[in-house]
Each structure stands twice: as structure tokens, then as C-alpha cells.
């Protein structure tokens, strides 16, 4: 594992791209067969894998040539091939798209929302990955700790941790590599490419399993070489507090501790609605939605995700908000998924206030606030529930050991003001403690 003061944005060298006609991966008619993709790397016994649903390390060179059997309606184009190519990312797809290797009824066609109808017979080409990489800039950081081996920081709301196709500026580890004054000469001969969708709130692994070369190499050298320093992760829309480990020592320290679930981290969030009972644990393995690979899901059921993993939630009703219309909720997390405690919190019913992705939407906590509260609260709460620009979710403190000193530490910061605004008017209301 290298080192955070040499680290950039640098390269993990991958298989041998796909570049001949006999590598190519071509798609038979058959719909069903059309979705398994087989490994094709150069690692040893994967081209002879009986795993009918083994994914490629590089979907590079990847071919479909598909119709298109939607049964009613229309859909993107983009939205269909992703179903099609199973476990390759909306960004990849979109970006071969957008190369112009995909072509609808023999006509190319370079827009990614195109609607698809029955019967369309559709060719599409995996575009090459580009390189990404990351290089300093100067970007205000909220630095709430910091000396010699790590740093706390407490992450604004909207600021993507690392960069990826769609946010490759910007990041916290762009300011991270500017604030740490970091070199950022590249590791010879190497290049770092990623197709991995900035959705993530999970800890401990550089790349979850739905992204692809996490079999390719250690996982130590690709973290520390495409992550420089990043222990764990908050999703883009969630604010609060962060740690960052410094050098090789600190990073393997608080990855063991992460591993461990030793960690103390405390969330708060606004709810639609408030749980029944007010208090209690959910653990509920977490997976992919198999119908929607940006969002999580709550493992209930045998066919209705991927890949579940144990999960485990604690949560406590602080004060319950307008009515019953929402809550004021703690979060204490046993593991650290992606998108745990909004999966979580949609699985209780009761999804954050915000959060798009699932279910509380601005109409739906807009209905549901204004069932509990009289008419007159009725004009206030519209203009309340207008200002909800992400999931209401707050990284509220931070405790761990010291990777040097042993030390016990823990570090706390209330709720930004777009946050603050929210709860204050909702307390305006009705409060009921």
C-alpha cells in the first residue's frame, strides 16, 4: 500500500483490453441469455468459469445487439441497455452512447434519454474506460481535526467524497490532495479507471462488489491508489463528519477498526412520518435493487436483490415533528452499507425527508405533512418542503482510537443551516417532545 503524501489519482493496470473480433463478447437474440455477461480476463481460470453469471473485469469491447422487448410503454435508451449488460454501470453505458456506438434501427444515435419502444432492434458497442484522476485544488474544507497521522472533516452537504465519472472535480479528495499539499506524479506505467456511480455511503471497501477490478488486484494498493487516505464514505448528499487517514500506519489502523465495527458514529435525519415503535433495531441485510442499480434495498425476500449483506441499524425518535408528519431520528450504525439508514429508514416506512431516490420525494412528504396538520399550517409547510435539495441526513459525531496515540477521541457537529431550517419550521408547527 502506498503512501498518502505520494499518492494521486493514479493507475491499477488492467486486463489486456478487448481489442480483437475473437475477444469481443456478442449477445445472441435470446433476451434472457442476452443479460448474463462471462468474465473474460486474463486471470487464471476465469475464461473457463462455469458461473453462467460471471461479470467481466472490462466491458470494454462488449457488444449487444438486442431487440428491445418492453411490454408497454417506452424507455430510455440508456435505462434499457443497463438492464441488458448485467452489473456495467448507467455512467459506462451512457458514455458509450455518447461516443456514438450505439445505434437504434441502423441509425446511431448519441442521446442518452432516447426512448426505446417494442420491437426496436438495437446495436451498442461498451466504450474503452477513461482514465480518471484527481488533482489538487483549492476547495474551502470544514477541517475539524487534524495533526500529523489523520483528519476529521466535516463534509458539506452536496460535495462528492471522490471523484468519478460525472464529479471528476470538485471532490473532497480534491481538496484533500491541495490542503495536504500531495504530490501528483503518477505511479509509472499505471492508470486508474473507474466506472463506479458516486451512490455510495458504504465503508470499508475501495469499490463494492457491483463495480468491476475489485478481483484484478489487492485490495490495499487499489484503495490507497485510487482513494488517497479515504477510510470510509458519505454519500454526496449527506453532510457531516469524515475521517481521513494521513499515511500507510493510520489507513490500516482505522480500516481494522472500521472492520471491527469500533467505530462510534452517530447520524440524525428528518423522516416522513414516525416509526412504529419509536425505538428499536433493524437488521436487514442490504442488496442491490435488481430494478433500479442506483438504489438499495432491504434483503425481505429470496429474488428481490443482489449480493445482500448483513446489516444493522439502531434508531431513537428524538422529537416527533408536525403532527406525526415527520420525525427527528438518531441513528446509531453496528455495520456501514451503502445507503444503510436510507434503506433502512424506507424499509420502517419511513423514508428521509428529500431523499428522491427512496420515496421521500417532495410530493410525498408534502401530502403526508398536510394530513397531519391543520389548513392553516398548510401554505407554510409548501414553502417548507420547496427548500428540500437532498436527503435529510446528518453524520452528527464521529468517535475512534487514535491509529498513533490510542488515544480515545470523538468529535461532533450539529446540522448545517439548510438542515437547521427544515427542523426549526417543522417545530414551528408542532412539536411534540
Known amino acids: 500500500m502506498h503512501s498518502l503524501y505520494s499518492l494521486s489519482w493514479t493507475s491499477i493496470p488492467t486486463a489486456r483490453a478487448l481489442q480483437t473480433s475473437s475477444s469481443l463478447l456478442s449477445f445472441p437474440r435470446n433476451p434472457r441469455i442476452s443479460r448474463l455477461v462471462r468474465a473474460c480476463s486474463d486471470a487464471a481460470g476465469d475464461s473457463n468459469s462455469d458461473d453462467a453469471t460471471a461479470r467481466p473485469n472490462n466491458y470494454a469491447g462488449v457488444r449487444l445487439e438486442e431487440r428491445v422487448h ?14 441488458c449488460i448485467s452489473g456495467i454501470s448507467r455512467a459506462r453505458v ?3 452512447i455518447r461516443c456514438g456506438l450505439v ?25 474503452e474506460l477513461e482514465p480518471l484522476k484527481a488533482e489538487p485544488e483549492d476547495i474551502p474544507l470544514d477541517i475539524v481535526y487534524e495533526d500529523e497521522h489523520v483528519l476529521v472533516v466535516n463534509k458539506p452537504a452536496n460535495m462528492v467524497v471522490h471523484p468519478a465519472p460525472g464529479n471528476a472535480t470538485g471532490t473532497l479528495v480534491n481538496g484533500i490532495l491541495h490542503h495536504c499539499s500531495l504530490s501528483t506524479a503518477a505511479i509509472p506505467h499505471q492508470e486508474v479507471f473507474s466506472e463506479a456511480e458516486d451512490v455510495c455511503d458504504g465503508e470499508l471497501s475501495c469499490f463494492s462488489a457491483d463495480y468491476s477490478y475489485q478481483n484484478d488486484f489487492s485490495s490495499g494498493a487499489y484503495e490507497a ?7 470510509h464514505r458519505l454519500d454526496k448528499g449527506t453532510s457531516g463528519l469524515l475521517v481521513v487517514a494521513k499515511n500507510e500506519n493510520s489507513h490500516a ?11 462510534k458514529r452517530v447520524y440524525v435525519s428528518l423522516t416522513c412520518g414516525v416509526p412504529s415503535p419509536t425505538s428499536g433495531r433493524v437488521d436487514i441485510p442490504i442488496g442491490r435493487d435488481l430494478n433500479n442499480r442506483i438504489r438499495m434495498i432491504a434483503a425481505t425476500g429470496p429474488n428481490n436483490c443482489g449480493k445482500a449483506r448483513h446489516a444493522a441499524s439502531r434508531y431513537k425518535v428524538i422529537e416527533v415533528l408536525a403532527g406525526g408528519g415527520s420525525a427527528l431520528v438518531e441513528w446509531r450504525l453496528e455495520t ?3 445507503h444503510q439508514i436510507r434503506a433502512h429508514a424506507k424499509y420502517l416506512g419511513i423514508p428521509l425527508l428529500g431523499d428522491e431516490v427512496y420515496g421521500g420525494t417532495k410530493s410525498m412528504a408534502l401530502s403526508l405533512l398536510q394530513l397531519r396538520t391543520p389548513s392553516n399550517f398548510h401554505g407554510q409547510l409548501v414553502q417548507l418542503v420547496s427548500k428540500l435539495e437532498r436527503p435529510c441526513l446528518h453524520a452528527l459525531s464521529l468517535g475512534f482510537k487514535h491509529p498513533y496515540t490510542g488515544d480515545k477521541i470523538r468529535f461532533s457537529r450539529l446540522p448545517p443551516a439548510d438542515f437547521a431550517e427544515i427542523l426549526s ?3 414551528a408547527i408542532n412539536t411534540e417532545k
Open 225 to 231: 491508489s485510487v482513494r488517497p487516505g479515504i477510510v
Open 70 to 83: 418492453v411490454k408497454s410503454g417506452k424507455l430510455r435508451l440508456d435505462s434499457w441497455i443497463s438492464s
Open 336 to 338: 456501514g452499507r451503502t
Open 253 to 263: 489502523d482505522l480500516s481494522e477498526q472500521f472492520k471491527q465495527h469500533t467505530i
Open 425 to 427: 419550521g417543522l417545530r
Open 94 to 96: 451512457q458514455s458509450s
Open 103 to 127: 445505434s437504434v434501427n441502423g441509425r446511431v444515435i448519441d442521446k442518452v434519454s432516447h426512448m426505446v419502444r417494442i420491437g426496436d432492434e438495437v446495436s451498442c458497442t461498451i466504450a
